[in-house]
């Protein structure tokens, strides 16, 4: 099972972009990928996934705001956020799952204030 580990969170006004970025220990092939993220007091909830086919889906809340990316060749995957909003401030989390089972990386904070 391949280890993620995720970068490229920070501090960003309203309005503004991040890109964040999840390097996984092997390939990625045979994963679904998807991030996700969990702000204080809620569920860790789904933003965007991308299946080893290439299928995407997004949560209705970043449609339009959010794009997934995966490169196989680099076993990474993306997370370009624009258009944040306040309400987009959380823990992001990676996830690669297949049916060898799931891993999840430690997370990065995303702050959107002014």
């Known amino acids: 099972q391949v280890q993620v580990v995720e970068s490229g969170g920070g501090l960003v006004q309203p309005g503004g972009s991040l890109r964040l970025s999840c390097v996984a220990s092997?390939?990625?092939?045979?994963?679904?990928m998807g991030w996700y993220r969990q702000a204080p007091g809620n569920q860790r909830e789904l933003v965007a996934a991308v299946n080893s086919g290439g299928s995407i889906a997004y949560a209705d809340s970043v449609k339009g705001r959010f794009t997934i990316s995966r490169d196989n060749t680099k076993n990474t995957v993306f997370l370009q956020m624009n258009s944040l909003k306040s309400e987009d401030t959380a823990v992001y989390y990676c996830?690669?799952?297949?049916?060898?089972?799931?891993?999840w990386g430690q997370g990065t904070q995303v702050t959107v204030s002014s």
């Open positions: 996830n690669a799952e297949n049916y060898r089972g799931t891993s």
């Open positions: 092997g390939s990625i092939r045979d994963y679904a």
